[in-house]
Structure formats: structure tokens, C-alpha cells
């Protein structure tokens, strides 16, 4: 746990900080979820896939992550 958070720098830790303290206020996520996460290639769909999965290296709740790419024509 600790050399995952060691590598980060300050600024991707807080905001994987702000989106766990999302997911425990609204209670977003549960165990064994599935979630989908759609990539458009912009900078928030990125930020939100990088931080859950930076993320479930050292939360102990076991959960999936799925990324969709999505086209707009």
C-alpha cells in the first residue's frame, strides 16, 4: 500500500483522495461491483479511469473495472 502512494505524486493523490471520499459519501461502490467506465479520450473520462484503478490497489473491497470507449459521430 504504502509503495503504491510513495510513487504517486502529490497532485494524483489528491485526487484519487477526493474521488474515495465521493465514493464513501454516496456510497457508490460495493463488493464484487462491476463498474463501467466510459473513455471519450478527454482528460475527466482518463483522470476517473486512472484514479479507480490506482485506487483498488489498496482498498481491501474487491471490485471490477470496465472502460468502454465511446465514438460521438
Known amino acids: 500500500m504504502s509503495k503504491v502512494i510513495s510513487l504517486l ?3 494524483s493523490f489528491r485526487i ?3 474521488v ?3 465514493i464513501n459519501r454516496f456510497n457508490l461502490i460495493q463488493e464484487n461491483d462491476r ?3 466510459a473513455v471519450s479520450g ?5 483522470t476517473l479511469l ?3 484503478i490506482l485506487r483498488k490497489m489498496w482498498v481491501p473491497m474487491k471490485y471490477d473495472i470496465i472502460a468502454v470507449n465511446v465514438q460521438s459521430d
Do not use: P, R
Open 20 to 22: 474515495g471520499l465521493a
Open 16 to 18: 484519487i483522495k477526493k
Open 42 to 46: 478527454g482528460k475527466d473520462s482518463l
Open 9 to 11: 505524486d502529490s497532485f
Open 35 to 37: 463498474i463501467i467506465v
Open 50 to 52: 486512472k484514479a479507480l
